[in-house]
T-cell receptor
Framework: DGGITQSPKYLFRKEGQNVTLSCEQN?????MYWYRQDPGQGLRLIYY???????QKGDIAEGYSVSREKKESFPLTVTSAQKNPTAFYLC??????????????FGPGTRLTVT | GDSVTQMEGPVTLSEEAFLTINCTYT??????LFWYVQYPGEGLQLLLK?????DKGSNKGFEATYRKETTSFHLEKGSVQVSDSAVYFC?????????FGTGTRLKVLA
């Protein structure tokens, strides 16, 4: 079955530690995205990548970093510089990039709690 | 800039009731419109989509019509079930960006 996997589902970290969230897709999609979801809010774009070895900042990139070394993988690192990292993180992919209006497919999410 | 406005929830209905969740948008150009559903603790799933004016998207008994004259994309279902309880997001593919509504929580009581 094609889809997007995110791991782990729950992640707990101490303040001041960097943490990396995994996202893998086997849909052969070119574009991948990371969103953050907070209670009562819509999704906010952190980073996106339209092709391998290229990525762009979204609306709330500060304190986050990404890499796109392989088409199927787009890991997100939440650094200690992120002031409010506790949130639900969603990875998505789409056939084309943001200019193409294709629907996005989402992974099951990772809930990060930082104390 | 582009934006999406959804009705605030929660919406609480009895099983078999009629559902409408309002969504209006502002956009330049000709965006595509989507409804996504999110069940507790899960990611978003595409429910339906419409890519141009007067298109009707439908899936699992849900429908929405892309109305350019009223800039709306309201979600409807004739008879809801307890299993439809979830959060519903109206989404617009704007200019180099996807714009998400804040979500409307639906609770269906048996």
């Amino acid at each position: 079955d094609g889809g997007i996997t995110q791991s782990p589902k729950y992640l707990f970290r101490k303040e001041g530690q960097n943490v990396t969230l995994s996202c893998e897709q086997n849909l052969n999609h070119d574009a991948m995205y990371w969103y953050r979801q907070d209670p009562g809010q819509g999704l906010r774009l952190i980073y996106y990548s339209q092709i391998v070895n290229d990525f762009q900042k979204g609306d709330i990139a500060e304190g986050y970093s990404v890499s796109r070394e392989k088409k199927e993988s787009f890991p997100l690192t939440v650094t200690s510089a992120q002031k409010n990292p506790t949130a639900f993180y969603l990875c998505a992919s789409s056939r084309g990039g943001l200019a193409d209006s294709y629907e996005q497919y989402f992974g099951p999410g990772t809930r990060l709690t930082v104390t | 800039g582009d934006s999406v406005t959804q009705m605030e929830g929660p919406v609480t209905l009895s099983e078999e009731a009629f559902l409408t969740i309002n969504c209006t948008y502002t956009a330049t150009g000709y965006p595509s419109l989507f409804w996504y559903v999110q069940y507790p603790g899960e990611g978003l799933q595409l429910l339906l989509k419409a890519t141009k004016a007067d298109d009707k998207g439908s899936n699992k008994g849900f429908e929405a019509t892309y109305r350019k004259e009223t800039t709306s994309f309201h979600l409807e279902k004739g008879s809801v079930q307890v299993s439809d309880s979830a959060v519903y997001f109206c989404v617009l593919s704007g200019t180099y960006k996807y714009i998400f509504g804040t979500g409307t929580r639906l609770k269906v009581l048996a």
